[in-house]
């Protein structure tokens, strides 16, 4: 294993718990090395930490361990895999048969997401150094695994990647795969998909927005891998109104709704520009009982882009604008760009600017399979909040 030596505030950092290395940790920036290899972080002499080097977001590394003798080898990633499957398997396994098994660095090892699907096993590669030593974590997940279907797995980092089944681990590769969650279905994209189709750290926010659609106007929007409209749907809603700009978000919800012997004529399903759909409502004056919205870091529009630093306030006012007087607001997003309490004051004044009072019914966290490592996350990306409008 290569000895890298660090600074010394790096190495007070990783003593102190923190995971993820950055650039001017190293003493030496040359040493870094972008193929996920093994290397012994070194201050004066003296051991600090092991480590794989990768590029992730701002990243260049991170720890995999704090013990000098500890040997980096399958029998080590299958106690993390394990330990972590074992913690699904009593909390939540249960209550759904989809779930996050591996939560990246909030079980223990970063650059890895791990999602079961019916027993259907998607493996996410988050970064291309991790990616190097799969034949290594592989047969390390499969151990760790006490029944599967099959594996697939998706390099994010590659831009254009697509999910794909494992040789000799996908004996019956799937190409998609139906799940019920709370009573509603979902076709789960598999083999060739860039996308599941189903994110699932929304699976509280669909709860709450199945028990309160029933008999309701809904309108959703930008509803990508939510769920939130089949949820609606399944909860009773009189009719729902669904706008995304992605053309494969209106495919894959026409999919979710014959799963679940809906018929369409009730639906509306646009892929349209979101400003000008807002335009379009607010023109013939339409407004709904329950509005979703899952806000991206950034957005492009014809009418306008949107960054949710600068515009969050502003954009909301414009929808809030649609809400019935006694509404049901979720507003969710996954991005560090906003901590919640901008992210809630935003939410708060673009309500009061709509003319509306409101209470806070619910604060959405990450679900208990969405593990958070404290000392390199403070807070989850996830926020989710939910409005009632009061007369």
Do not use: C
């Amino acid at each position: 294993m290569r000895e890298i030596e660090i600074t010394g505030s790096a190495a007070s950092k990783f003593e102190g718990g923190y995971p993820q290395i950055s650039l001017k940790d190293f003493a030496n920036e040359t040493d870094f090395t972008n193929n996920g290899e093994w290397v012994a972080l070194i201050k004066s002499g003296h051991f600090v930490a092991s480590a794989y080097l990768a590029k992730e977001g701002n990243g260049y590394g991170w720890i995999l361990s704090r013990k000098e003798n500890q040997e980096i080898n399958e029998n080590f990633f299958t106690r993390i895999f394990k330990r972590a499957f074992n913690q699904r398997l009593t909390s939540i396994a249960e209550q759904t048969n989809a779930y996050r098994l591996f939560n990246g660095q909030g079980d223990g090892l970063g650059g890895i997401n791990i999602d079961n699907y019916g027993g259907e096993i998607v493996i996410s590669w988050e970064n291309e150094g991790i990616y190097q030593q799969r034949n290594l974590i592989l047969p390390a997940i499969a151990k760790g695994l006490e029944t599967y279907q099959n594996i697939y797995e998706i390099k994010r980092f590659e831009g254009n990647s697509s999910v794909k089944p494992i040789f000799d681990l996908a004996p019956d590769a799937q190409e998609f795969k139906e799940i019920i969650e709370d009573g509603t279905t979902y076709p789960v994209h598999l083999n060739g998909a860039s996308k599941t189709g189903l994110d699932l750290i929304f699976r509280d926010v669909r709860k709450q927005v199945k028990k309160n659609s029933n008999l309701k106007l809904v309108l959703n929007l930008l509803y990508d891998q939510t769920g939130v409209v089949s949820a609606s749907i399944t909860g009773g809603s009189n009719q729902t109104e669904n706008v995304d700009q992605s053309k494969r978000a209106k495919s894959d919800l026409v999919q979710e709704l014959v799963a679940n012997d809906v018929e369409m004529e009730s639906q509306k399903v646009r892929s349209m520009d979101i400003n000008g759909f807002l335009d379009y409502a607010t023109k013939h004056n339409l407004h709904f009982d329950l509005i979703t919205i899952n806000l991206p870091t950034f957005m492009r529009s014809k009418k306008g882009n949107f960054n949710i630093r600068k515009d969050l306030t502003k954009f909301l006012t414009n929808v809030f604008g649609l809400a019935s007087a006694q509404a049901d607001l979720f507003v969710t997003t996954q991005t560090n760009a906003v901590n919640l309490k901008d992210f809630r004051n935003g939410i708060q004044t673009a309500i009061t600017n709509s003319k509306h009072k409101f209470i806070e019914k619910e604060q959405f966290k990450t679900p208990i399979d969405f593990p958070v490592d404290r000392e390199y996350l403070k807070n989850s990306p996830f926020k989710g909040l939910w409005f009632k409008l009061q007369k």
